[in-house]
């Protein structure tokens, strides 16, 4: 069976959209091969299929589905067999929590840290135009009077996953002595970071950069050496 992820594709290559990244780290925790298909932003005609406009999309057989969750849920159904990406039902619904809280409050304060760092070092010239228009009109304001590269932005990033940090402390993984789909979430938005900029927005030490070498190492170091390799 032909199975394909269809993921945003940026400058130089690099795979670094964070709800792509889930996907991708949840089809190796369960052992399943894909192609990768890189779609710009420009490419929306590469998933009309999908009747939608967002990566990731995942074709699988004959089937489609969009948006990382509702992949990882039917990932989830799909392959009872493989390694389990929740752990259960209870698992299942704390995963939904933790894809709420990076995606309404991480990601909010990363990208004042970071999205005009995006702009520069993770979109091809061929999106560049529609990036910032969208942006700017989505923020009200330039991508750089929104993301000035502030250490105050960073600060207020590193208070807001203060949970997760607390986490790390007492436990190897966010979802406890394994690693689970919770992880990959918030992984996936530090692939985001990592495509984006040199500076260190995300802590590198203590607990938090424990957790990143662990997460790193996973599946033979498979976020180092695939998609955005030199992220
Ligand atoms: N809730 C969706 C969000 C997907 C999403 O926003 N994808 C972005 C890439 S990071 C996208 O396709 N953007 C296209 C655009 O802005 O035109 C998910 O979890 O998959």
Not at 108 to 131: E, G, H, K, M, S
């Amino acid at each position: 069976m032909t199975r394909t992820l269809y993921e945003l594709q940026g400058q130089d290559d690099k795979r670094f959209s964070p709800f792509c990244w889930r996907t991708r780290m949840a089809l190796a925790h369960k052992g399943l091969e894909a192609t990768f298909e890189p779609v710009q932003f420009s490419q929306k005609d590469k998933i009309a299929f999908s009747n939608q406009k967002l990566v990731p999309v995942l074709r699988d057989g004959e089937t489609v589905i969009a948006d990382s969750w509702t992949i990882a849920c039917y990932l989830e159904d799909k392959y009872p067999d493989a390694a389990s990406l929740f752990g259960g039902s209870v698992g299942q619904g704390l995963a939904r929590n933790m894809n709420f809280w990076v995606d309404m409050s991480i990601h909010p304060a990363l990208a004042r840290v970071i999205v005009a760092d995006t702009f520069d070092n993770a979109i091809d010239t061929a999106d560049q135009v529609y990036f910032r228009e969208s942006r700017e009109s989505r923020f009200g304001m330039t991508l750089e009077e929104f993301s000035p590269r502030s250490d105050a932005d960073v600060s207020k990033l590193q208070n807001v996953l203060s949970p997760a940090i607390a986490t790390l402390n007492v436990q190897p993984f966010l979802s406890g002595d394994a690693p689970a789909y919770a992880d990959y979430i918030l992984f996936g938005t530090v692939k985001w970071a990592a495509a984006s900029t040199d500076r260190i927005v995300f802590p590198n030490d203590g607990p938090f950069g424990a957790w990143l070498i662990r997460m790193y190492d996973l599946f033979d170091g498979y976020a180092r050496t695939s998609g955005a390799a030199a992220a």
